[in-house]
T-cell receptor
Framework: NAGVTQTPKFQVLKTGQSMTLQCAQD?????MSWYRQDPGMGLRLIHY???????DQGEVPNGYNVSRSTTEDFPLRLLSAAPSQTSVYFC????????????FGDGTRLSIL | QKEVEQDPGPLSVPEGAIVSLNCTYS??????FMWYRQYSRKGPELLMY????GNKEDGRFTAQVDKSSKYISLFIRDSQPSDSATYLC???????????FGAGTRLTVKP
């Protein structure tokens, strides 16, 4: 049972480039989310999904897009990377949106030059 | 003012010490209270969670929630070097996955 899998683990981009961070879970969880973690800021919610075909914005959505075509996958897209998006990105999932704890992947470290 | 406040430390203790980690919060709607442990270059790992007020014990770990004071704690007994990590508190309302995190406390347990 792999849990939540994120790829790639590391990535360096130039300003203005686009890329997609991948997230997959094998627990049949309905709820999936993306967070960014910055020093002294804790984890902040970017986007979330309560099921296939349903997504919504979190606390810091600007500059990011998401889609959810299957229960298992929830990719995060950076449309035009900016240095302010340098961060560690975590994907998480939980069985539903009842508020129960979420389970995290090991993150993608992203540097924007 | 942040919705969840957590002292970032760092906190350094000798092996075998009792560790107390704390968070305060302002949103009275929070009902689920979690503690995550995060090792360097890894994702947060769920350590303990409680629903509403009260205590919960799991081995060397005890989580306490005092909703009247909006204060949660994690106690680690007989701390080990393997407990060295960053500890994140998190909380969310009932029927809502809008989870809010503390900034994390970095703990080092010295042999």
């Amino acid at each position: 049972n792999a849990g939540v899998t994120q790829t790639p683990k590391f990535q360096v981009l130039k300003t203005g480039q686009s890329m997609t961070l991948q997230c997959a879970q094998d627990m049949n969880h309905e709820y999936m989310s993306w967070y960014r973690q910055d020093p002294g800021m804790g984890l902040r919610l970017i986007h979330y999904s309560v099921g296939a075909g349903i997504t919504d914005q979190g606390e810091v959505p600007n500059g990011y897009n998401v889609s959810r075509s299957t229960t298992e996958d929830f990719p995060l897209r950076l449309l035009s990377a900016a240095p302010s998006q340098t961060s560690v990105y975590f994907c998480a999932s939980s069985p539903d949106r009842s508020g129960q704890p979420q389970h995290f992947g090991d993150g993608t470290r992203l540097s924007i030059l | 003012q942040k919705e969840v406040e957590q002292d970032p430390g760092p906190l350094s203790v000798p092996e075998g010490a009792i560790v107390s980690l704390n968070c305060t919060y302002s949103n009275s709607a929070f009902q689920y209270f979690m503690w995550y442990r995060q090792y360097s270059r890894k994702g947060p790992e769920l350590l303990m969670y409680t629903y509403s007020s009260g205590n919960k014990e799991d081995g060397r770990f005890t989580a306490q929630v005092d909703k009247s004071s909006k204060y949660i704690s994690l106690f680690i007994r007989d701390s080990q070097p393997s407990d060295s990590a960053t500890y994140l508190c998190a909380m969310s309302p009932y029927n809502n996955n809008d989870m809010r995190f503390g900034a994390g406390t970095r703990l080092t347990v010295k042999p």
